[in-house]
């Protein structure tokens, strides 16, 4: 038998739709590699839902009603919220939740046929780059077990690069989809704010969380982008836009009748700032590799400006820990999550849960977020840093005058080692510097795998597209991958002992 | 620059506990944040409209649904994770003597 754990989205689609291979064959492979995996990328599985749901699949596929990605396996991220796996958020908080109900984005790729293996390990509450705040352990990099994955997705990360699931989702309020596919050589993409719909995503920083898609390639993150996307009612922020099919123009050339350089027409802008001093030589290496790539295939690199990245960070660090002090203070040991025990007093139970239940960086961030919107400090931090932010939206929009998209790293260096940061508390905050201005803007961006650098360990190419451009950006990623082998290459410590005859 | 007694006062509004032993800690880090975002304080914004979302439309308002039924509430479905209930109500330690 054919080791389908190896294929992706689209091959594994038109595998089941032409019944060379069936939805329940397909999950026990999963679930086997899974089970076999050293990453602790999975935090939650229920082999009985996952078959349950494979075996519908593959009745729907004999009855000859299958939907689009009828039987294709995935995986979701811990802060989207299932009816039939437990959602703990990567927090002791909510260790064994189960929400009566499925998050949106769950539910439109269960309704497009995919088959859910489990639940993704994930910094608590989506808060870290790294993936050592979840109150579960730290996931490791199938790369090389000594580096983090990178986070907060860094489970979904892990688990796509070892071939534990061909998609998952992800969640991104500051880079966390895009930071950790670079640091796990997958692609992924976190679409424009309010395309993707937070309803049943517990909500970190609202003005910023979006859901995406992480998978093998920019043909797979096509499929699947255009079944999460879409008009939800139960999100006041989702954008009432129509169906978009991000998969059929990605083989379409730039400029009409270009199929030799696809590109030819496309304007790249590199911000001279994010090719300035703390960026690493090895990813600045890969990174310039791939844009000579791009510009083979016909693309125009052009020097842009964003003068305001660096203020990105502080401005990113008032706006999500204010907003995540307010979302997480629904969390009190009453209706649901930790209760304190042997308490005097309501207070006491609200303080004593909420202490216990929250690991450190989440308390530190929600004591940072109360000092910034408490009484005479408001205008100060929130509200100046909101005007930050529309300074850096303003940046983008002047860039975008001389370009299509722009290009750069996803983060200054390759992944760290594991505990690297432990005695250096704002080093993870300060490599957040490339992905935060896209979110605070509510821009699209893709990471794609580009080469490797220090200790053979990946580099990500960021694109960052102006609003609701996300077929764009996936079409260049798409032409790039065409001609590239990056996205196909796989961790050879998968720590895996193949179970698959062949 | 925050002091231990701020400390107190925020974790008392945002119903924490810090444990004395890791007070000293505590201090340093958020400390080390807030020099961080002190940066903000430079930048030129005067006369500048926040962005509060970027997803805002100003011309546009806040979205609202018809006001009919939409969903019902299964109060046995939502409370199954609850930690302590009776007869349908959430139960706490006694508010009044």
């Not at chain 1, 996931?139 to 071939?163: K, L, Q, T």
């Not at chain 1, 989809?177 to 992924?188: D, L």
Request: glycine share 8%.
């Amino acid at each position: 038998m054919k080791d389908w754990t190896e294929a992706g989205v689209a091959t594994l689609a038109a595998a089941l739709a032409a019944r060379q291979v069936s939805a329940e064959e397909l999950a026990n492979a999963f679930l086997q590699r899974m089970a076999a995996s050293p990453l602790n990328a999975f935090l939650d599985r229920q082999a009985e839902h996952t078959l349950a749901q494979a075996r519908a699949c593959d009745e729907r596929l004999a009855r000859g009603t299958a939907r689009a990605l009828e039987g294709v396996p995935i995986a979701h991220k811990d802060v989207l919220v299932t009816r039939d796996w437990v959602t703990s958020a990567g927090s002791q908080m909510l260790a064994n939740y189960r929400s009566p109900f499925d998050a949106t984005v769950v539910e439109r790729l269960t309704q497009a046929g995919m088959v859910t293996l489990g639940k993704l390990n994930c910094d608590e509450f989506a808060m870290g780059s790294t993936n050592e705040n979840s109150a579960y352990g730290a996931v490791r990099n199938p790369w090389d077990h000594a580096a983090i994955p990178g986070g907060s997705s860094g489970g979904s990360a892990a688990a796509v690069a070892a071939g534990l699931t061909p998609a998952a989702t992800g969640t991104d309020t500051g880079g966390s989809i895009r930071q950790p596919a670079a640091f796990c050589g997958i692609t992924g993409i976190k679409p424009s704010y309010g395309r993707a719909s937070r309803y049943g995503l517990i909500a970190y920083a609202s003005s910023l969380d979006q859901a995406g898609p992480m998978a093998r390639s920019a043909h797979d993150c096509a499929l699947l982008l255009s079944v999460m996307c879409g008009f939800d009612p139960r999100d006041a922020t989702s954008l009432e836009l129509p169906h978009e099919d991000f998969a059929a123009a990605l083989a379409t050339p730039f400029t009409a009748g270009q199929t030799q350089r696809p590109l030819s027409g496309l304007r790249i802008g590199l911000p001279e700032e994010f090719f300035q001093s703390g960026v690493s030589a090895d990813v600045e290496q890969a990174v310039r590799a791939a844009l000579d790539q791009l510009s083979a295939l016909g693309a125009q690199c052009v020097s842009v400006r964003l003068p305001r990245t660096a203020l990105a960070i502080p401005a990113y660090y008032v706006i999500a820990p204010a907003e995540a002090s307010s979302n997480l203070s629904r969390f009190d040991g009453v209706r649901y999550g930790h209760r304190a025990k042997g308490v005097r007093d309501l207070h006491d139970l609200y303080s004593r849960s909420r202490s216990e239940g929250f690991g450190a960086e989440v308390q530190r961030r929600i004591l940072i977020g109360t000092y910034v919107l408490s009484h005479g400090y408001y205008d100060a931090y929130y509200l100046r840093a909101q005007q930050v932010r529309r300074l850096i939206a303003n940046d983008f929009d002047q860039a975008f005058a001389h370009c299509d998209l722009i290009a750069g790293p996803v983060a200054p260096t390759v992944a760290w080692d594991l505990g690297a940061h432990r005695d250096d508390p704002l080093a993870d905050y300060l490599a957040d510097i490339f992905t935060l201005p896209a979110s605070l803007a509510g821009l699209p961006g893709l990471s794609m795998p580009v080469g490797f650098g220090a200790g053979r360990r990946p580099v990500g190419l960021q694109l960052i597209g102006p609003k609701l451009q996300e077929a764009r950006l996936l079409r260049v990623a798409h032409q790039y991958q065409c001609v590239t082998d990056w996205h196909q290459q796989r961790p050879a410590q998968a720590g895996l002992v193949s179970e698959h005859g062949h | 620059m925050l002091t231990r007694i701020d400390v107190d006062r925020l974790a008392e509004l945002a119903r924490l506990r810090v444990a004395p032993a890791e007070a000293d800690a505590t201090l340093a880090r958020l400390n080390a944040i807030l020099g961080l975002i002190e940066q903000l304080q430079s930048a030129p914004v005067d006369g500048l409209e926040p962005l509060v979302h970027p997803g805002a439309d100003p011309t546009q308002g806040t979205r609202l649904r018809v006001d009919e039924v939409s969903e019902t509430v299964d109060r046995a479905a939502n409370q199954a994770s609850a930690p302590s209930t009776a007869e349908g109500l959430y139960l706490v330690p006694r508010v009044v003597e």
